[in-house]
């Protein structure tokens, strides 16, 4: 079977599968999308592709964006990025203050939402016009220039956001922020608004795959090394307190965001992008997760 | 530059760094050992292998047999296990007694003492003389039929294990054991008091990086699956709260002991065992993690 | 109304209110007594005394216990035992090991269970025979020559005391037990199976309403100071993770124990002793709880 | 010897100890006073009073004021406080989040922190004009028309209280909170920036010394039962993690303050109140820690 009879079935199989979970209710806005979405996009290094359902829709990347904002400060800061957030997985919910407090305010890695504000911090310091910038970073990668920020997305997370200004005060308290609390959540809400379609996701994340440097735009985004630890950070913290799961079903590093989307890496192989909304006790497209479970097994490609 | 050349400067130039850290004093027999020993071992997946330094040497395996007993509990008793340790990394240090309580006496995975503790719960009520049958297994694996447990090492570690049987207690009283404490800890003690040279722990691994099977003796000692998972597992979880860490710098599966050895897992490639007794702040071999990421990086070979 | 009426109208009331709440299991022993006794004794400091109900039968007076040995362990080591042991409430239920693993094996205060297993280590060292010579302490106090341990009470409660082995460990493990904690149970175990009635309870605990010194026997427990000390200790620390609501509702130092006794003081006035097996989510007396609380309102007597 | 003997004796003694502890310096403008002031005033039940050294000067309550405000509350609504924040001793530090996140948003008490902005959004709801009205309950009290908020004190506090945001955020997060984070703040930080002298906070606090009503005014600010249950309250809860030390030491019920002030009740005796600036590590005023323990060790008059 090939891999594009694999996605056809699959996605057949997992669509017809009774709804788990339920889409995020935290950000009022994602609530308008329809539930019962599904696409499935592979991009190759050899820029083929191939899509299935709904691949073209775009939707909320959400967390997903927490890739590139520390591609792009890993880019500009070097090594340095690392005295102020960590790179061991967190062993507890992905918006916890707990660990915040025991850690003195670092936080454990850049993929929980502590962690994400500790590197928005570090990009309001590096560029001139920082959600300006770090659009153009976004399209430059991938040679896409109509991505854009959701204002309604980012306004209706940041007007019950109690939880994150909570976290974001809590990291200035323990002085691991340099500008005002309200600067960084501004900026926050903003990159995770960022909405974008399976496919132009994977094509986005085709740099992952690819030793740091996109195939598409010939963008030197991230070293060798720094590419290979990115993958690294991935697998074993990108999906809060089920990385571990991921990790052991489907052997990948990958990344979710709550608006259903998970992105995977196959180094010098492939990215994939998987989208249904419905979310599974952990926060994690239950759809997605099972998608690409049972697409590692088919295709035996792991990176293990 | 070849591997061998590679090996040899770096062991070289790593066995000249300055100490640091120290030896593991809480099981007194360890500190009879030599700390400045320093050995390395590559075996191949043809079944090649080249040795640097002490590696001919046998020392305490400690920890690196928790892949060993969550192997064959994994093999008797399947996905089942599963229910009574999880897949996921912990975020906090080897022996804490925290995350347990908060989980209801289910230890988060199988590389902490006390998921460990559980697999060997799981061992004694699947095999009929645990502690011979579990060497035996081992022997089979690389047809090495010299391998014994150290007894001076088990009771060593036993009589001032008082972090120990607390933890074992504690699991106990969740639940999360069938059989009694005592008989829990005194196999426990044991499996990790094996003693076995870099080359031979190299060999014995090579399952790992043969989807399950061993290529010397030809053994399954898993699936495919299993076999990756396992792999996983090391990923995520395999150093404590340093996996993340591991994973990042080294970027390849790999589990520690606290007698200074570390294997690490190429998949289709190779297993590397590095073993030098000073153990830094997180209880893994100082000398050992810079050996593993140096030489990762020199022949750009790590998963990701 | 005078006391009198009110204790019998108060028994009368709150014995035939529905029954909330069940007996602890933890101990299979203490499930042979008749859930449904209830008793009470206030023993006043001019040596009258009034009981109502079950008040000359004997129950396991379990935790109530600890206020004894902390008391013999201060009279015999003074102010020295404040190092091993604190005087802070504990925030958290009686037997979590969370706090101590935080607080580097000192117990936050010696009426949960770690802190008494310290003051049991304490009079260990401290007496030549320490079952028996405790014994002959409690003795002495209340002219109360026929005071026994419960065999069956203390053995039962080994049998299945795996979490307080696990604490006990944890303590030794902390180097904060000088005898090892086999030993330390042992003794601990027996302590809480001393057998009283409410009668002879109240009168032993007449010392601490009477600056120290038993007006029955004339024997010096405490000093002025050590007896306010004690007092001070329960009313901050006698109920576990509900001692604040039992200062609150009832304004009296108190300690309760599992076997469904509460012991409270009023200064310069008289103890009062309540039995009523069945326990509420927190582990003290239903019932007894109720009674107190009644009782304070009624006399309008608390010390606040 | 007397009381006014008693009370110079200790201020001269203690006075002269060598300096232990800092001033607060997490709000600024605390630190412009003078460090060394120390000041002491008892107010009797029969309006008579002694003060010594700094009592006239008046001083940053600060914490004290969270007894007025749980006072008013309490006044208002009745019981139905408690369903938002309880009555247990926290056993943490006084600014955790810890607690807070376990415990689902209510505070453990109204004397921590968020326990407190609890309070001032219930009192936010409850008045017309919460801070003035809150300025004409304490006046009332005491007859003391005098007294104002520091609006520099409350705006000091305002600008870096990043970690008292934070808490409020988190509260608001778990929907612990009917008004904006914004205005409770705003009203909780004027709350704190009460001036007044030793001998002003002693005669206003005296209802608590006597069953509820203020002997000066005639006001009922609390029942009786309030009025035992705000003692209790205090005696468990109000020294943050340093509670139980209060109680086993002083052994009265009490409330520090930041800004070194420190009141203690005697029930149907009298208040007291010591202020020096310097506190120890867990927030409280070292000298009048020291004095209270003296003051009540010297007259036997602990309410043990």
Redesign the interface.
Known sequence: MDIKEILNSLHTKIKSLPHQGEQATYIPELLTVDADRFGVYVANLDLTGIGVGDYEQAFSIQSIAKVLSVSLAYQLCGESIWSRV???????AFN????L?ADNGIP??PFINSGAMVICDILITALDDPKEDFLTFVKTIANNPTLSYSTQIAESEKEIG??N??????I??FDNLNNE?DEVLDFYFNLCSLEMSCEAVAKLFLYLANNGTCPISGTDVLT??Q???I???M???GFY?????F???V?L?GKSGVGGGIVAIH?DQYAIVVWSPRLNAKGNSYKGMLFLEEFT?LT?Q???
Chains 1, 2, 3, 4 share one sequence.
């Open positions: 960590g790179v061991e997985p967190s062993g507890t916890s203050l707990l660990q407090e454990r890695n109690y939880r200004i909570a976290l974001c005060n809590l200035k308290s609390p060798l090394s590419s290979k630890r993958n690294a950070l697998q074993t913290c307190d089920e990385s571990g799961e990790s052991f079903k052997g590093p180094p097994s035996e792991s990176i293990f």
